[in-house]
């Protein structure tokens, strides 16, 4: 599995010795750190270097903690972000303060260390959950909008079709025919794409059998392998003896790994090795990979292969649904999909999923 980015945290207190502290703790507890001496420079930081969660002293020379958690919460960039304030006056004027400028908890100064770690690791928990519940309900709005979209299309698209095949049986010129099939063609383009984009859009209903990941593999492989034709694919399997079965939907489960084994035939235009792996991993959990020797992914583009539509590739037919479309279904049977890539050495995609 690729290691995921260590949070990174602002802290943002005019005390020397206390910022070094904090530096030293938080670096110790892995967390990648951010040091600013005073407010004006705090909020520049929290809106260019994108922290996860802010620390924010209350007192501080200039700007107060008060002052620049209001204006974190004003700016579009920052509204969201996990503030924690450290106070060192009193509670509880200044907490009330700082939760009324919209802080999200406070630890009291001199800070005790057991505590400080606790409360950041619940607000980036807090955070993450809120993150991932965000981007379930856009995909459940894109979905309901592809949806209705996809019918709205299909529609005239079909009387389309149907009279441009009518056209074509009727004694046309050659200029005449080629105008016809080439408006056909283009239409079946976009059928292609709404046949995609309802598998992403449509909700899917999971049978729940219990799955030999060898043979899912296997079928997948006998599938997809149909359109390379005589590209010199090596194939490897380093399929694991005796695992124990998924719990999954055999279709979709196929269906997912035929959309990586597509993926990495497409980025080895002159063929190369494909190796595909299973495991019993720890856990309860099966392990299964897909690698190859193709191109591999730029830096600035991994994070955006799971998205929808995201694609590199400059022919009509590949929407940039295949990763997304996988995505879903291995995480709706509470397994997880990552990838790891370095550009030039090809890519691994690694599933794991529960066992039944
Ligand atoms: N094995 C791989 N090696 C290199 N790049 C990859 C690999 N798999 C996916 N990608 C990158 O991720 C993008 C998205 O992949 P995805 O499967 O979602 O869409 P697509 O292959 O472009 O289109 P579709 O699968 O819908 O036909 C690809 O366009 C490609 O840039
Ligand atoms: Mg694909």
Not at 132 to 161: D, F, W, Y
Not at 210 to 221: F, H, K, L, Q
Request: proline share 5%; charged share 30%; with cysteine.
């Amino acid at each position: 599995m690729p290691k995921p980015r260590a949070a990174r945290i602002l802290a943002v207190d005019d005390d020397k010795i206390i910022s070094k502290a904090l530096e030293k703790l938080l670096q110790h507890e892995g967390y990648e750190v951010i040091l600013a001496s005073d407010g004006e420079s705090g909020l520049r930081r929290a809106r260019e270097d994108d922290p996860d969660l802010i620390l924010l002293d209350v007192v501080m020379p200039g700007k107060s903690g008060i002052e620049v958690c209001e204006e974190l919460r004003r700016d579009r960039r920052t509204r969201e972000k996990p503030i924690l304030m450290l106070t060192s006056l009193k509670p509880p004027q200044d907490v009330v303060l700082g939760l009324r400028a919209g802080a999200n908890d406070y630890v009291s100064k001199p800070f005790n260390a057991e505590e400080l770690r606790a409360r950041i690791a619940t607000q980036l928990r807090n955070q993450r959950v809120l993150q991932r519940m965000v981007q379930i309900e856009k995909a459940l709005s894109l979905g309901r909008i592809t949806a209705s979209l996809c019918h709205e299309i299909n529609n005239p698209l079909h009387v389309v079709m149907g009279r441009l095949e009518m056209l074509l049986r009727q004694e046309l010129d050659e200029k005449q025919t080629r105008y016809a099939q080439l408006a056909l063609e283009n239409a079946r383009r976009i059928q292609k794409l709404i046949k995609y984009m309802r598998e992403y859009a449509e909700p899917s209903v999971h049978s729940k059998d219990a799955c030999d990941i060898n043979d899912i593999i296997e079928s997948a492989i006998s599938i997809a392998s149909l359109t390379w034709g005589k590209k010199e694919i090596q194939l490897e399997k380093e399929f694991g003896k005796d695992i124990p079965p998924v719990i999954g939907d055999r279709e979709k489960l196929q269906q997912v790994f035929i959309n990586l084994i597509t993926n990495a035939e497409q980025v080895m235009p002159d063929g190369g090795q494909l190796t595909l792996r299973t495991s019993a991993g720890p856990d309860r959990t099966i392990q299964a990979s897909v690698t190859d020797s193709g191109k591999g992914i730029p830096k600035e583009n991994l994070e955006r292969v799971f998205d929808p539509f995201f694609t590199t590739k400059e022919n009509w037919t590949s929407p940039g649904l295949g990763l997304s479309v996988a995505r879903r279904i291995i995480e709706e049977l509470e397994g997880t999909i990552a990838i790891s890539s370095e550009e030039g050495k090809g890519a691994t995609v690694e599933i794991s999923l529960p066992m039944a």
